[in-house]
Nanobody, 118 residues
Framework: QVQLVESGGGLVQPGGSLRLSCAASGSIFSIVYMGWYRQAPGKERELVATITNHGNTNYADSVKDRFTISTNNVKTMVFLQMNSLRPEDTAVYYC????????????WGQGTQVTVSS
């Protein structure tokens, strides 16, 4: 069983920055990708950014050039650097891992609240 624990959420003013972290633990044979998703009140969960085992990244159009996804060297952690935050970025942010362990599986973190407000 793989566990993901997010941290780094909080309240920030528009234009500010936050850095989210997600730590993975458990039996992981290999990683397909790690990613961040978010869910705002009354809306469906949506993709924010993903990064593959080879370092290829993908971003939602709404966060391109503002957010940056990265991992540590051993890929036990994934980060989301969020700059130029907007009120519409307010949501619960979830970390996701797609991995082989040995079967193809996915795990989600418990979520961390990000609120952008003056």
């Amino acid at each position: 069983q793989v566990q993901l624990v997010e941290s780094g959420g909080g309240l920030v003013q528009p234009g500010g920055s936050l850095r989210l972290s997600c730590a993975a633990s458990g039996s992981i044979f290999s990683i397909v990708y790690m990613g961040w998703y978010r869910q705002a009140p009354g809306k469906e969960r949506e993709l924010v950014a993903t990064i593959t085992n080879h370092g290829n990244t993908n971003y939602a159009d709404s966060v391109k050039d503002r957010f940056t996804i990265s991992t540590n060297n051993v890929k036990t952690m994934v980060f989301l650097q969020m700059n130029s935050l907007r009120p519409e970025d307010t949501a619960v942010y979830y970390c996701k891992l797609l991995y082989y362990g040995p079967d193809l599986s996915n795990s989600w973190g418990q979520g961390t609240q990000v609120t952008v407000s003056s």
